[in-house]
Every structure is written in C-alpha cells, then in structure tokens.
C-alpha cells in the first residue's frame, strides 16, 4: 500500500535559493521552482541552519579580530594563528590614515555589493551590484590578490588569484582557487587545484 501524503510546513534549507531553482525531478519537474512558489505564497517557512547562519555573516570576522586585539579569549597559539590569517575587521571604518580597506556586506556573496577605498577614504573600485547594498558592512584591512594569468576557453585571462578554504568539524576538508578580477565576482573562473604531499614527485 502507498504511503499517505506528509505535509510539509517547514523545510530546514542546507543549499542556496539559487540551487533551489535549479532542481528538477527525474521526470523533468520543475520542483525547486514550486517550492520557490510555496515559499513566496506563504505555504511553506523555510529555516537556515543555525550553525550556517552563524558560520556565514563576516561579523563573525570583526568579532573574532575585536576578541584578538582586545588580548582576550584566545590561547597563545589561536591570537598567533588569528595575527598570522587573518585580515583586520570591523564594525566600522576605524584604519589608520593611509590604510587601504573594503566594506563588505555581512551576509553578501559574490563579491556583490563590495567597494575598495583608498588610503584616502576615497572609493577607488566597486562592484556596481547593489544586491546586497542595504546590509550592515564589516570593514576590512585591504590587501593585493596575487595576479595571475591562465588559460580558458576563450584564450589566456590575466586575473587576481583568491584562495579558499573548507572546515568540517575543525579539520581542514577542502581548498578552492578563484580567478576574477580585484574583486572576485560570480564570473570569475574555478582553478583546477591539488594538494600534492611531501616528497611526492609531480
């Protein structure tokens, strides 16, 4: 016998909306698109996962950077580690004069929304996306992405190389490398990458 039908009041999201809209059922079905539809129609909540909400909003950097400078919290070994990685954060634009910094969106993505000020204070490149423009922002100590120039589809791209990272569980789980412009986009291409170990022959 068929199982009943369960309603669905609330759907504990773990990937992006965007994904959400691609998916299909194996008959073709446009199922994310519906349950997009449901949620703008009030009949479904959706619900972020806590540990990602926390995990994905850039005051978590400031906080982290705020509890370091303050000399708090950390071991000996987590403010060297923080001091090594990490980039100054805020709240606020509090640089010295002559500090070049970026004011990032909390929770934006993509490199939306994001504007490089010089020492100045002047704005010297934005995204011209506004997608996110309306967020609180966290200010960030500026620093040059390495250029670098592969080859894609459409011939060699000289571009700046942005790396990053994966944790799970506290364990390093997988790294990533970007090529895009001063600030990365969502057009800017996947570098194939590879951890190689040590004394291993290429």
Known sequence: AEQPLQPVDVLYRLHALEKLAEDRDTDGY?????????????????????????????????????LHEADEFYTKEEHDTIRRYMLPTYLEPCFEPGTPYVAKPILGREGSSVTIYDGSGAARESSGEQEYADQPMVYQQFTELPPIRVETANGPFDGRLLWGCFLIDGKGSAVIARVGGTITSNISYYLPCALEEEGTES
């Not at 446009?30 to 959706?46: N, Q």
């Open 30 to 66: 446009p199922t994310g698109e519906h349950v997009l539809r449901l949620i703008a129609d009030r009949r479904l909540a959706i619900v972020n996962p806590p540990s990602g909400f926390a995990a994905q909003t850039k005051a978590l950097q400031a906080l982290i950077w705020n």
